[in-house]
C-alpha cells in the first residue's frame, strides 16, 4: 500500500472515531430525571418524622373521641397545645429554672468526665487508683444519695447540679474512656516512626478519632440530664418542671402535666440536635463519609 493511501484513509479513520459515542456517557435526560428522583426521595426521607408525629397526634385525638376518654385521665392534643399558651407564663418561668440545671450540669459532667476519661485510657496507674471508685460510685443508687446532697448542700440550685452531674457522669466517662482507646496501635507506630511528637500525635490522630464515640455519650448524657433535673426538683425545689409537675399530680391538673411532658420532649430534641450540631462541625470527614 503506497503512503497516498494511507494518507487518504486518515480523515474517514478520524471522522468515524469521532462519530463513535464515549464510553460512559449518558444521555442528559435521564441523567436529571435520576437526579430529580433522588432529590424527592430525599426530601420524602426527610419528611417521615414529623408525618410520624403527626400521625401520632391524630391517632391521639381520635381515641380520646372515640372512646370517650374522660379529660382527667387523657386529655385531648387540642386542649393540652391550648394549656401551653394559656399558662405560657408560669411555664417559661420553670422551664428557665430546669434548663439551668440541664445547662450547667450537662457542662460539669463534660468538663469533668472527658479529661479523666483520657487520664484512664492512657494511664494504667489512673485505671488503677481512680477507675475503682467511679464504678462504686456509679453502683450506689442516686435516689439514694439525693437526700444526702439535701443534707450537704440545702435546697440550692447546688444540689441540683450536683445531682445531674452524679446521673451523666458515668455514661460520658465510659465513652471518653471507650474513645481515647479505639485507635489501633498501627496507626500510632507510625505517626512515630515519621517522626510525630505525642501532643501532634493526639490531636491530630487519638482526639479525632475518638470523638463519635464521646459525642454518643455526650447524647446519652444528655437525655439522662433532663431526668436528674426532674428527680432533684421533685425531692426539694420551689421552681422547675418537676416542681410543677409533681403540684399538677396533686391537684389531679392532667392537661397542665401533658403540657410540662411535651415542653420536656421538646427540650431533648433540642438538647439531642445541639449535640449533632456540633459534632457535625467538628467531625468533618464523617460529613464527608455520609
Known amino acids: 500500500m503506497s503512503r497516498k493511501n494511507l494518507t487518504a484513509d486518515r480523515p474517514s479513520q478520524t471522522a468515524s472515531a469521532v462519530a463513535l459515542p464515549t464510553p460512559g456517557m449518558a444521555p442528559r435526560k435521564p441523567r436529571e430525571a435520576s437526579a430529580t428522583r433522588r432529590r ?48 405560657a407564663g408560669s411555664l417559661w418561668i420553670h422551664t428557665q429554672s430546669t434548663l439551668v440545671v440541664l445547662v450547667v450540669g450537662l457542662l460539669l459532667s463534660v468538663v469533668i468526665g472527658i479529661p479523666l476519661g483520657l487520664v484512664i485510657a492512657l494511664s494504667k496507674t489512673a485505671k488503677q487508683l481512680v477507675y475503682p471508685p467511679v464504678i462504686v460510685l456509679q453502683l450506689v443508687p442516686k435516689i439514694a444519695v439525693a437526700p ?47 517522626g510525630a511528637s505525642r501532643w501532634q500525635t493526639f490531636w491530630t490522630l487519638r482526639f479525632p478519632a475518638a470523638l463519635p464515640v464521646i459525642f454518643s455519650g455526650i447524647k446519652t448524657s444528655a437525655t439522662i440530664a433532663i431526668t436528674g433535673a426532674l428527680v432533684a426538683e421533685f425531692l426539694g425545689s420551689n421552681s422547675g418542671l418537676g416542681y410543677a409537675l409533681l403540684r399538677a399530680s396533686g391537684a389531679m391538673d392532667t392537661e397542665y402535666m401533658f403540657a410540662i411532658l411535651v415542653i420536656l420532649t421538646v427540650i431533648g430534641v433540642i438538647l439531642n440536635y445541639l449535640v449533632e450540631a456540633v459534632e457535625w462541625v467538628l467531625t468533618p470527614w464523617q460529613r464527608r463519609a455520609a
Open 40 to 87: 424527592i426521595g430525599s426530601v420524602a426521607w426527610s419528611s417521615l418524622p414529623p408525618l410520624v408525629f403527626v400521625a401520632i397526634l391524630l391517632a391521639w385525638a381520635a381515641a380520646v373521641e372515640l372512646f370517650k376518654i374522660p379529660a382527667y385521665l387523657l386529655p385531648g392534643p387540642l386542649a393540652v397545645f391550648k394549656r401551653l399558651f394559656t399558662d
Open 148 to 194: 444526702l446532697l439535701l443534707v450537704w448542700l440545702g435546697f440550692s440550685l447546688n444540689t441540683k447540679v450536683a445531682l445531674v452531674v452524679l446521673i451523666t457522669f458515668f455514661p460520658l466517662l465510659m465513652a471518653s474512656i471507650s474513645g481515647f482507646r479505639i485507635l489501633d496501635d498501627r496507626f500510632l507506630y507510625l505517626t512515630r516512626s515519621m
